[in-house]
C-alpha cells in the first residue's frame, strides 16, 4: 500500500530530481511519426525530453506547455521529443487526435529508452544542454512549477 501511494504521489505531482544532472544524456534512436529521430543528431540544440503515455492526465496538460515552448523558443534552438511508451500505437494516435502536439512524437513501445534514462513516473522529462549533458529532470507535470522548469529552458537557449 505505501509503495501504490508514493508511485500515485509521482504521477500527480510534479517533483524536481537532479540525480543525473551533468551527465551525458543515454543516445537513442526511435521510429517517430514521419522519421526516426535521433538524439545524437540533435546535439548543438537544447533537447527537451518528456516520456509520455496515453493513460496520463498530467501528459494531457502538459502537452499543451510544451507546445507554447516549441513556438516560443524552436527559433534558439529548443527540440521538444516526446517519447510515448503506450504497447499499442493505436493508443498514442487517440491522445494525439484529442491533444495534438507540434512537437517531436517517438515511440518506444518496449521501454527500452525509458529504461535506460530510468523513468520512474508520468510523464518524467528530461532537459539536455547543447553539448548533450542533462541539466534538469523532472517528474510529473504541474502548472504552477512549469514556471520554474521554462526559466531553466530559457537559461539554456541563450547559452552558445
Known sequence: MIFRSWLLLLLVTSIPYSVYAAELAPDFTLPGRDQPIQLQSLR???VYVDFWASWCQPCRESFPW????QKRYGDQGLVVIAVNLDKSRELSDKFLQQVPASFSIAYDPDGVVATAYHVKGMPSS???DRQGHIQNSHIGFRADSAEALEAS????VQQH
Do not use: E, W
Open 44 to 46: 548543438g540544440k537544447v
Open 153 to 156: 529552458i530559457k537559461t539554456l
Open 66 to 69: 510544451m507546445n507554447s515552448l
Open 126 to 128: 528530461y532537459l539536455i
